[in-house]
């Protein structure tokens, strides 16, 4: 047993050593042409490796590649850079640039329920759950001067599903002195609420004074927007200036009418961070608008708007937000038939806010209050004499935050109205129910502060 142990070991050794001597005799194609017969190969290698290099031979390349960058600078003159008719080797395919864009959709599911519905307003309270927005869009870079942004929206009125364009704008984000314009359709920068989708914002139902004043959704209109970020240090201030067709106000479904002069406004914003994760950011905004072709009346708004922060690395949050929005409307003068004298209508005076608290208490809940009032203090009754009258609503909300991309929220309110200018129903009570889901696909654009 032994004996045939040891000569399987023998074997095994002199299998091994023939393996090793077969790998150490065969010579690879490259030693071959390095050594040579003679040696000389392997001289050729090392005077290649240790040769100087010349100072005619590189002053002579130097020459002809700055003559060849030279040509490709004359190529790419009057370009910009964008469209060179020369592809320089540092140089991206725009066409490939364009690909890396952002793309995303958001659906939202909003169900809504109030037992009175029959004898309240109903604003948007159908009592059933629908898809209250299906939006996509596409955003990102096309070229080193400019981005794009487009967003598209499907929503649900009275049974039915309209389409249409919410923002479709180019924007030149680098201007000298810290200056951008904005120039297409878009949800003007006005306020707080108004640039924020229904989507994105921190609670179901519309606020009832932009509601009022802007619609259920947001003011977008078709036109330009420059803005500048102050140069102080000591506060972040960005000030904002718009120009619009001013041919709808709030949400349309048409081009509107042809008006007699564009919509102008302003937003003044400013930002600090008081530190340990404090931070806020409050504005102020002016819009003049015409909202009629014919008897040029002029509406005036004046806003406020704020938010105050604190987070802790998205465990907990702490939020406050509130707008105040007061709204004028002058009426022109009107010639009486008989007797020629000139009358004005009284100035329409409406104001409103809102003040919302909301607190993240953990990674994946939160809860919130919020309170509103509205009130038109140029209402009459039937003695022509001003009446009392105001929309108020306390709401409370739960939210489960599944991740930055989806979130469930359940909320009641509880909203009180009275109008004395009615004969009827001049004190309304009602408790309404609203449930909504959000899902977002892709990469969606940041959120605001």
Same mark, same amino acid.
């Given at each position: 047993m032994r004996k045939q142990f040891l000569n399987?070991? &023998?074997? &095994?050794? /002199? *299998?091994?050593?023939?393996?090793?001597?077969?790998?150490?005799?065969?010579?690879?194609?490259?030693?071959? $042409? /390095?050594?040579? =017969?003679?040696?000389?190969?392997?001289?050729?290698? /090392?005077?290649? #490796?240790? #040769?100087?290099?010349?100072?005619?031979?590189?002053?002579?390349?130097? $020459?002809?590649?700055?003559?060849?960058?030279?040509?490709?600078?004359?190529?790419? &003159?009057? =370009?910009?850079?964008?469209?060179?008719?020369v592809q320089t080797g540092?140089?991206?395919?725009?066409?490939?640039?364009? /690909?890396?864009?952002?793309? &995303? !959709? !958001?659906?939202?599911l909003v169900g809504a329920w109030d037992r009175n519905k029959p004898r309240g307003t109903g604003?948007?309270?159908?009592?059933? *759950?629908?898809?209250?927005?299906?939006?996509?869009?596409?955003?990102?870079?096309?070229?080193?001067? *400019?981005? !794009?942004?487009? +967003?598209?929206?499907?929503?649900? $009125?009275?049974?039915q599903y309209f389409f249409e364009v919410h923002e479709a704008n180019v924007q030149f984000p680098f201007l000298p002195f810290n200056t951008s314009l904005k120039v297409g359709q878009m949800f003007m920068d006005i306020g707080r609420l108004n640039k924020i989708h229904s989507h994105d914002r921190p609670f179901t139902m519309t606020p009832i004074v932009h509601e009022k004043f802007f619609g259920w959704e947001s003011a977008m209109d078709t036109g330009a927007e420059f803005s500048i970020l102050l140069p102080w240090k000591f506060i972040t201030q960005e000030l904002v200036f718009g120009a619009t067709n001013g041919m709808k106000w709030g949400h349309a479904h048409s081009a509107g009418q042809p008006k007699n002069n564009p919509m102008a406004y302003a937003h003044l914003k400013h930002f600090y961070y008081f530190g340990n994760n404090w931070g806020t950011q409050f504005g102020f905004s002016g819009v003049r608008y015409e909202p009629t072709q014919n008897r040029r009346n002029e509406r005036f708004l004046y806003g406020m708007d704020a938010v105050l922060r604190w987070n802790r690395s998205n465990l907990?949050? +702490?939020?406050?937000?509130? $707008? !105040?929005?007061?709204?004028?409307?002058?009426?022109?003068?009107? #010639?009486?038939?008989?007797?020629?004298?000139?009358?004005?209508?009284?100035?329409?005076?409406?104001?409103?806010?809102?003040?919302?608290?909301?607190?993240?208490?953990?990674? +994946?809940?939160s809860g919130g209050v919020r309170f509103d009032y509205f009130t038109d203090k140029s209402l009459v009754g039937s003695n022509g004499r001003s009446v009392d009258n105001a929309i108020e609503a306390q709401s409370l909300q739960v939210t489960f935050h599944s991740s930055e991309f989806g979130k469930i929220r359940g909320s009641i309110e509880r909203r009180f109205i009275m109008d004395y200018s009615k004969t009827d129903f001049q004190e309304v009570r009602e408790i309404r129910f609203y449930a909504q889901a959000v899902a977002i696909l892709g990469s969606h654009p940041a959120h605001s502060y």
């Open positions: 399987w070991k &023998s074997l &095994s050794a /002199l *299998l091994a050593m023939a393996f090793v001597i077969s790998i150490y005799s065969q010579t690879s194609k490259w030693e071959e $042409e /390095l050594n040579g =017969s003679d040696g000389s190969q392997k001289k050729k290698y /090392l005077n290649i #490796a240790q #040769a100087k290099p010349s100072t005619e031979n590189w002053e002579a390349d130097l $020459e002809n590649d700055l003559k060849e960058q030279e040509e490709k600078d004359r190529g790419m &003159s009057g =370009s910009r850079g964008v469209t060179s008719p540092n140089q991206i395919n725009r066409s490939a640039q364009n /690909l890396m864009m952002d793309v &995303s !959709a !958001a659906i939202d604003d948007r309270i159908d009592n059933k *759950l629908d898809v209250r927005t299906a939006e996509f869009g596409f955003t990102g870079a096309v070229d080193q001067w *400019l981005r !794009a942004n487009f +967003l598209a929206a499907a929503h649900g $009125e009275n049974g907990r949050e +702490l939020m406050f937000m509130t $707008e !105040a929005w007061y709204q004028q409307e002058f009426f022109p003068e009107v #010639a009486d038939p008989v007797t020629f004298e000139q009358s004005r209508a009284p100035t329409r005076n409406q104001w409103g806010y809102y003040l919302f608290i909301d607190y993240k208490f953990h990674q +994946l809940w």
